[in-house]
C-alpha cells in the first residue's frame, strides 16, 4: 500500500465510521421521541418537524464537525507528500509549508466538508420527509412510523462504496493541486499525464497518458478550483459551477481527444490539467522538462498513408505512451482479439497447439523486439513490435494490451514486412 493509498483508506474509515455512527444516533434519537408518546397515539406536526430537523442537523453539520479536524490532518499530510515528491523529482528542496499552502489545504477541506454535509440531504429530503408526510396523512402510531423509520435508516447506512470513492477522489484531487502550486512555485512550465496502465486504466487515461500539458493552463483551473465558493449555496448550485471547471470526461470524448494536439485538448477539456477525470481515477500529474525527456527517435516528418497518419501527438508523447506500456511483465492479450487470433495464427503460422504457449511467443516479441514502430490504426496509436528472432511482431495499444500476433519465421522476412509497409508507420528508433 503506497502512501495515498493509505491516506485514502484513512480517509475513507474516517468518514464511513463517523456516518454509521450518526446515522445509529439519528435512528435512535427518533426512536426516543416516538417513545415519548403514547403507544397508540398517532404522529403529531410539531413531531415530525423535531424529527426533520434533529435529523438534518446530525447528518449534516454534526458530522461535518465530527470529521472536520481529522480531515484536515489527512489533506495536510497528502498536500505535503505531494510538495515533497515533486522537489525529489527535479532536485529541489521542498521547503516549509507556508501560508499559502495551509490556505489551500483550508479551501480544499472546506469543499469537502460541504459534499460530506450534503451526502445525506437528498436521503433527509426525498426519504424521510416523504415518509412523515405519509405517516401524518395516514394517522400512523407510533409503532407503525418506528417500523417504518427503521427500514429507511438502515438503507441509509449502505454508503460504504460512496465513501470509499469519495475518499479517493479527494486525495487525488488534493495530490493533483499541491502538485500544480508546487510547480507554479518553480516556474515549471509543462507537465505530463501519467496513468497507471493495466486492466484497470479507463479509455480517458489511457487516451491522455503521457500527453505534455502547459501548467499556465493548469494554474488557471486550479485558481477557478479554489475560489469556488458553498458558502449559502445549494448542493445543486456547486455541483453545476465544479462541472463547469472541472468536469468529469466521459469515455464519449476518448476519439474527439485523440483528434486535437495537447494544446487544443487543454482549450477544449479544461480538467485533463487537474485529475481525477472520473470516480476512482488514479492518474496524476508530474513536471515535465526537457533535460530529461525521454530518449528515441521518431520520424514524423515523413509523408505516410494519410489513414495512418499521426497528426496531433509529438514525438515526447509518443515516447511517453511508449514508456508507460513497455515495462509490463506480463501484457495481457486482448479479449476481443485473442480467441480469432489463436485459432488463426497459433498452429497454422507458429505451430503452437496450446494457449499459454501461444500467448508467451506474443509476450516475448513484445518484450524484445528489434524494430518497433507506431501509426495511427481506426483513430487510435498502436505500436508494433518486431522480432526476427521470435519469428514474427506484435501489434499493441497505448494500454500495452496485445492485439494481434502475427508469424515472419523465414529470415529476412521481417525486413520484407517492414520495406512492405513502409508508408504505413512511423520507425521509433533508439528507445531500449
Excluded at 122 to 141: C, I
Excluded at 148 to 171: C, G, I, P, T, V
Excluded at 266 to 287: E, M, N
Excluded at 316 to 337: F, M, T, V
Aim: net charge negative; aromatic share 8%; hydrophobic share 35%.
Amino acid at each position: 500500500m503506497n502512501k495515498y493509498n493509505r491516506y485514502m483508506h484513512n480517509l475513507y474509515v474516517l468518514l464511513n465510521n463517523e456516518a454509521q455512527k450518526q446515522v445509529k444516533t439519528a435512528l435512535r434519537d427518533v426512536i426516543q421521541a416516538l417513545a415519548d408518546i403514547p403507544k397508540e397515539d398517532k404522529l403529531n406536526d410539531d413531531l415530525v418537524q423535531s424529527i426533520i430537523d434533529n435529523s438534518r442537523h446530525l447528518l449534516s453539520q454534526q458530522l461535518q464537525d465530527n470529521v472536520a479536524d481529522q480531515l484536515g490532518k489527512i489533506n495536510t499530510i497528502a498536500y505535503k507528500t505531494a510538495t515533497l515528491e515533486f522537489g525529489t523529482s527535479i532536485g529541489l528542496h521542498a521547503g516549509t509549508y507556508n501560508i499559502a499552502q495551509k490556505a489551500t489545504v483550508n479551501k480544499l477541506t472546506r469543499q469537502n466538508l460541504f459534499w460530506i454535509g450534503k451526502h445525506f440531504g437528498k436521503d433527509v429530503d426525498d426519504k424521510l420527509v416523504p415518509l412523515l408526510d405519509k405517516a401524518l396523512a395516514e394517522g400512523y402510531t407510533r409503532a407503525q412510523a418506528a417500523d417504518s423509520l427503521k427500514d429507511l435508516f438502515k438503507n441509509m447506512n449502505r454508503n460504504q462504496d460512496y465513501w470509499k470513492a469519495f475518499a479517493e477522489n479527494a486525495m487525488t484531487r488534493t495530490r493533483s493541486i499541491a502538485t500544480v502550486e508546487a510547480m507554479e512555485l518553480h516556474g515549471v512550465a509543462k507537465a505530463e499525464i501519467v496513468a497507471i496502465m493495466d486492466d484497470r486504466t479507463s479509455p480517458i487515461c489511457q487516451e491522455l497518458h503521457g500527453r505534455i500539458i502547459e501548467v499556465d493552463k493548469m494554474i488557471t483551473v486550479k485558481n477557478q478550483l479554489l475560489n469556488l465558493s458553498t458558502e449559502g449555496r445549494s448542493s445543486d448550485e456547486v455541483k453545476s459551477e465544479i462541472q463547469s471547471i472541472v468536469p468529469f470526461l466521459k469515455d464519449a470524448d476518448v476519439q474527439a481527444m485523440g483528434a486535437l494536439s495537447s494544446s487544443e485538448l487543454q482549450d477544449a477539456f479544461p480538467s485533463v490539467g487537474l485529475p481525477p477525470y472520473h470516480w476512482k481515477c488514479r492518474t496524476t500529474i508530474i513536471s515535465w522538462i526537457e533535460d530529461f525527456a525521454l530518449e528515441g527517435d521518431i520520424d514524423l516528418d515523413k509523408p505516410i498513408d494519410k489513414n495512418f497518419a499521426i497528426k496531433d501527438l509529438s514525438e515526447q508523447e509518443i515516447l511517453n505512451k511508449l514508456e508507460g506500456i513497455r515495462h509490463d511483465k506480463y501484457p495481457n492479450y486482448s479479449d476481443k482479439d485473442w480467441e480469432s487470433d489463436f485459432a488463426k495464427h497459433a498452429m497454422k503460422d507458429f505451430g503452437i497447439d496450446n494457449r499459454q504457449a501461444f500467448i508467451q511467443k506474443a509476450r516475448d516479441i513484445y518484450k524484445n523486439p528489434e524494430h518497433i514502430r507506431c501509426q495511427i490504426y481506426k483513430g487510435q496509436l498502436q505500436y508494433t513490435f518486431y522480432s526476427q528472432a521470435q519469428g514474427g511482431y506484435v501489434v499493441a495499444d497505448t494500454n500495452g494490451v496485445i492485439r494481434g500476433c502475427f508469424a515472419h519465421p523465414k529470415s529476412g522476412s521481417i525486413d520484407k514486412c517492414l520495406n512492405k509497409t513502409e508508408n504505413q508507420y512511423y520507425n521509433i528508433k533508439g528507445v531500449q
